[in-house]
DNA sequence: CGGTCCGTTGAGTTTAATCAAGAAACGTGG
DNA sequence: CCACGTTTCTTGATTAAACTCAACGGACCG
């Protein structure tokens, strides 16, 4: 089976054969993580860099009142946190949302991948800039998108990165997100996300299932979402 | 002159004398900016790495409709994206908010910063987990709490930063902002920021003035951005 | 002294939240 | 295989929050 992790960081620099074995032998254990578990816990002294292989997460924070923001989506090959070793404590948690497949670097392991190979270095800080990048666009989305956009902007990235990683099957992409996480993540109620996406339903972008949506036209939702055309276009021509 | 910079690494890690010697050759050459101007325009091919000595600054996006979205601000010691010579090009803006005192690193001084001195990276690392912690706490912002909320929750976070690198005086702080630029800050109207600050102002946090707001009391709006009070409070004691 | 940028205020509208209730799918244990 | 509880989704009616539009005053600048 693919090592995912080991696939995006090829996307981000070119690895030598010695950087992949490298990187396989350092996620070599695998655990299984069953949908709705939490991986990491705020206030968790964090020590080893967890790595999803397989399956979906999220980052999010509780408020005392009782709400919850989602913060980020983390997909097959993505890591949580790299440097966290740096910091005394998560001020964060960490879901699953699917059943996954979750890999561990120990400190001692990532810091001598960060110090004594350079390609993996300079890859793994891409990606830390490109999430980097996603945050600014979720703050966008939420100051500055009514809950339509919102919904089809986080749409689209999601559709871009899992297509990036190449999770696309005949075009459509299986969101495995319930309203209630969807609302969570976009700041918006349950029940207004549920109208919303039978708003979108008409346009022929999503499909509606019971526990996930399947993006089934992105293009649609760019428009819908006001997200750069040019940009989507791009990134998809890159990636076919 | 304390260099700000410095002094805000050194709040990060121990740094040696040779350490600081370097950090200071390197950003000797300063330039002066005045209010208003863009420091960096997105799709800029980024190369140095700017360092604000003096000043304040916002990373913001423009949207098509022509809204505008502020992700951050920028004090005096913070740098505009340590590792952007990896990335294509400048995802975002930058925006000198009031005059600054602006130094450059070159491409090739920040890699030999970061593979030859521990220390450094050390510290930049531990600047750059901050500020994304900081934009995960925007996104909470804008995604759970009202309109009081968001302002008051923002002064906090303005309020601690300018604490730790020592821009309080007697208590109080002045933010260089327009309502304006408030509002672009946290996703609202300025006519609706503008009717926040006088519902906030009764409580005795703040201090309207023409282009700027001064933060009077902390701990009154710490209450109403129902900031963490225990973690204002560690933090205040801290730098006590 | 005129122009521009900010801030202020009010009235009316839009958007999303809240409250409430019920239907459909799913999981579990008997 | 069925009964039951739970979660998710759905819809309607009402309320609350923030936006829009519009107008005006004050401060600052050239």
Request: proline share 5%; glycine share 8%; hydrophobic share 45%.
């Amino acid at each position: 089976m693919v090592n995912r992790f080991v696939e995006k960081l090829r996307g981000f620099a070119p690895l030598t054969n010695q950087d992949v074995m490298l990187l396989e032998e350092v996620t070599k254990v695998v655990r299984p993580v069953s949908a709705g578990h939490d991986l990491i816990r705020e206030g968790d002294r964090p020590d080893p860099v967890f790595v999803i292989l397989e399956g979906w997460a999220c980052r999010y924070k509780l408020l005392p009142e009782g709400g919850r923001q989602i913060v980020a989506f983390l997909m097959p090959g993505d890591t949580c946190d790299i440097h966290v070793s740096v910091l005394a404590e998560m001020d964060h948690n960490i879901q699953v949302l699917t059943d996954a497949r979750v890999s561990t670097i120990g400190r001692a392991d990532m810091d001598r991948l960060l110090h004594e190979r350079p390609q993996i270095s300079r890859a793994l800080w891409s990606a830390q800039l490109v999430d980097e990048g996603t945050l600014r666009a979720w703050i966008v989305s939420m100051g500055r998108r009514d809950s339509a956009g919102r919904v089809a902007h986080l749409m689209c990235e999601l559709y871009i990165r899992a297509r990036n990683i190449g999770l696309i099957a005949d075009g459509e992409l299986l969101l495995p997100l319930t309203q209630i996480v969807l609302a969570d993540a976009v700041g918006l109620t349950p029940v207004h996300v549920n109208r919303v996406l039978r708003k979108l339903r008409p346009t022929g972008g999503i499909i509606i299932r019971r526990g996930s949506i399947v993006i089934s036209d992105p293009v649609v939702l760019a428009r819908v979402a006001g997200f750069d055309e040019n940009y989507l276009h791009r990134r998809l021509r890159n990636a076919a």
